[in-house]
């Protein structure tokens, strides 16, 4: 099974950027779908974005579209998550999740197919 690492959380200000890395090992990421998740104190999880493997391609959620860009580096076994003009209520904990890669990002980001590795986590504050 595949494990994950998410790095590059942080405090920042309200239109700042930050970049957040989940690296993997035990597995090569290339035949994976990746998702991007987060999650607000009293909050439910939110599905922020979702690359496939086996199709490449990538789902972004629209409270984040225009300024989220999710991309992979297989020679890295690495996924990021390009994240520009925050705002406050960016402001949760971000999580990465993997999935064998059988379909679209879409069906993985809506729930359709359920996500079983995870990541531990990395904060995320925006101050206005």
């Known amino acids: 099974q595949v494990q994950l690492v998410e790095s590059g959380g942080g405090l920042v200000q309200s239109g700042g950027s930050l970049r957040l890395s989940c690296v993997a090992s035990?597995?090569?990421?290339?035949?994976?779908?990746i998702g991007w998740f987060r999650q607000a104190p009293g909050e439910e999880r939110e599905a922020v974005s979702c690359?496939?493997?086996?199709?490449?391609?990538?789902y972004i959620a629209d409270s984040v579209k225009g300024r989220f860009t999710i991309s992979r580096d297989n020679a890295k076994n690495t996924v990021y998550l390009q994240m520009n003009s925050l705002k406050p209520e960016d402001t949760a904990v971000y999580y990465c999740?993997?999935?064998?890669?059988?379909?679209?990002?879409?069906?993985?980001?809506?729930?359709?197919?359920?996500?079983?590795?995870w990541g531990q986590g990395t904060q995320v504050t925006v101050s206005s």
């Open positions: 999740a993997a999935e064998p890669s059988t379909t679209a990002a879409y069906f993985y980001c809506a729930g359709y197919i359920r996500f079983r590795s």
């Open positions: 690359t496939s493997g086996s199709d490449g391609s990538t």
């Open positions: 035990g597995s090569t990421l290339h035949y994976y779908a």
